[in-house]
């Protein structure tokens, strides 16, 4: 299984999977691009089930709603039409409670079954760093950060990236995000001065030609 993704924690790169089988590669492609254009921890989408894609509010497209585990925070986060039509191509893989489970058989321990995840996740990671295109160490949580830093330097307001995350305090996100926000001032700053110049050197380009014309 080969993906691409990109992102200020995990710049472009390609995901070598060593799991036997195209269903768990398939399977496996599917988890990892859950927790990257959601931001969920592994437990959340472990547990991810069919009932919680749910329509936007007021237009097209779909959301993830979610309980997490970790805050009992409730999250609704926007996602892509592909990767809710990826959720869908899989073969379900449990189904308890009236409710169809992709990544979790219903069977034992939900504990284990988190565990097994992380496990897959990490040694995915590990393969793709061998190939050398990881500016920075990588862990599950990679997929994570790069969520919620990509849309800060979107300039995504962070309260709503704070809900998202399912924070249950701004000052959370402000502690783990702020250099972050750091970046996107002073990156911002550049790009107001440099338009700034761009506009000084066409006035006096417009005037130094008007002139020259008399």
Partial sequence: MRTSESGPHCPKWTMVADEPGQHNAVELAAFCRVMR???LR??????????????RHGGEGWAIEAFQIK??????????????????????KGRCAGKSY????????????????????????????KAGQFEHSS??????HTFAISHLNAGVDI??????????????TEKH???????THVTAERLYDESLK????RVITRSYTLTGTR
């Fill in 159 to 172: 309260k709503v990236v704070s809900r998202w995350l399912g924070h249950r305090s701004i000052t959370t």
């Fill in 102 to 129: 992709w990544f979790w058989s219903c069977n034992g321990e939900l504990k284990t079954a988190i565990t097994n995840w992380r496990d897959r996740v990490t040694r995915l990671l590990k393969l793709a760093q």
């Fill in 42 to 55: 592994i437990s959340d989408v472990t547990m991810l089930h069919e009932k919680q894609i749910v329509k």
């Fill in 71 to 92: 805050t009992n925070e409730w999250v609704r986060v926007p996602v892509p039409f592909s990767l809710v039509e990826q959720l869908r191509a899989l073969q379900v």
């Fill in 37 to 39: 254009f959601t931001g």
């Fill in 139 to 144: 862990s599950p949580y990679t997929f994570r």
């Fill in 198 to 201: 761009a506009t000084r050197d």
């Fill in 177 to 183: 995000y702020s250099h972050a926000i750091r970046e």
